[in-house]
């Protein structure tokens, strides 16, 4: 179950609690920011996806980690998809 409240996002089960829904500067698409264990920003796509490779956590700020089919911590837990994947404009942010 997934609601959107003014910008805000409560994503359940699992965990995400409620965490700023922001728009992508290029494509306009509805994305969450998120920070790796190494301590990196990453964007991801806001709407829950069944394929998508990582997890997020309800910790402030969000925080990510690959999904692990294998981990029962990550079972039932919704996944999101990076969002460079599904924006058409991702070639134009890339680093050179």
Same mark, same amino acid.
């Given at each position: *179950?997934?609601? %959107? &409240?003014?910008? =805000?996002?409560?994503? %359940?089960?699992? @965990?995400?609690?409620? *965490?700023? &829904?922001?728009?992508?500067? +290029?494509?306009?698409?509805?994305? &969450? !920011?998120?920070? $790796?264990?190494?301590?990196? !920003? *990453?964007?991801?796509?806001?709407? #829950?996806?069944?394929? @998508?490779? =990582? &997890?997020?956590? +309800? %910790?402030?700020?969000?925080?990510?980690? $690959? =999904?692990?089919?294998?981990? *029962?911590? /990550?079972?039932?837990?919704?996944? =999101?998809?990076? /969002? !460079? @994947?599904?924006? #058409?404009?991702?070639?134009? !942010?890339?680093?050179?």
């Amino acid at each position: *179950m997934k609601s %959107t &409240i003014e910008g =805000f996002a409560a994503v %359940t089960p699992g @965990g995400v609690g409620c *965490m700023q &829904i922001r728009r992508c500067r +290029s494509c306009n698409a509805s994305v &969450i !920011w998120a920070k $790796t264990r190494k301590e990196k !920003w *990453m964007v991801l796509d806001a709407a #829950p996806n069944g394929r @998508g490779k =990582f &997890i997020v956590s +309800s %910790t402030e700020p969000p925080e990510c980690e $690959t =999904f692990d089919e294998g981990n *029962m911590l /990550h079972a039932n837990r919704y996944r =999101f998809a990076a /969002h !460079w @994947g599904s924006c #058409p404009q991702a070639e134009n !942010w890339k680093r050179k």
